[in-house]
């Protein structure tokens, strides 16, 4: 992976989340109507059904040695579950299972693609200076995110 290309994914995939992310409880409250213990216990089971996943299935990618077809399914398959979640009823169960799909299969993906960067990197200091722009993407993104809800 070239290191123009990581600076790019860092960038647009984290600034893609600052127009997200913040906003999921925002979306289960006001458009869908949860109550509020709902979505606590939806943004509690989050992290924890998630991070086991990502072990899983990284260690998969290494036993089968797939990294890339599981990073673009991974990618993929996320992106359509989580779009899936402006067509389908409010229905608590069915929103529950989509949302922890999604963050199950979406899990691997930044370790997926940490590791194919600091593979790429060729000096020390590189890796930093390629996750850097996470931090820039996020940053600057989510002050326009947090714009547009405002305003809209």
Same mark, same amino acid.
């Given at each position: 992976m070239g290191m123009f290309l990581a600076k790019v994914w860092y960038f647009c995939?984290? *600034?893609?989340?600052?127009?997200v992310l913040p906003y999921f409880n925002v979306f289960f409250d006001s458009t869908l109507h949860f109550r509020k213990g709902q979505?606590?216990?939806l943004s509690a089971l989050r992290p924890w059904l998630s991070a086991p996943?990502?072990?899983v299935l990284c260690g998969l990618?290494? &036993?089968v040695n797939?990294?890339?077809?599981?990073?673009?399914f991974a990618f993929i398959a996320s992106l359509v579950? &989580?779009?899936l979640l402006v067509i389908i009823p409010g229905h608590y169960i069915a929103v529950t299972a989509l949302v922890l799909a999604s963050d199950c299969i979406g899990s691997p993906i930044g370790a997926i693609v940490d590791a194919k960067v600091v593979a790429a990197c060729t000096s020390d200091g590189d890796y930093g200076k390629q996750r850097m722009w996470a931090s820039v993407g996020w940053g *600057?993104?989510?002050?326009?995110? *947090?714009s547009l809800v405002a305003n809209h």
């Open positions: 995939y984290t *600034g893609a989340q600052a127009f979505i606590g216990t996943c990502a072990i990618a290494d &036993r797939a990294h890339t077809a599981l990073l673009v579950l &989580r779009c *600057g993104l989510s002050v326009v995110a *947090g």
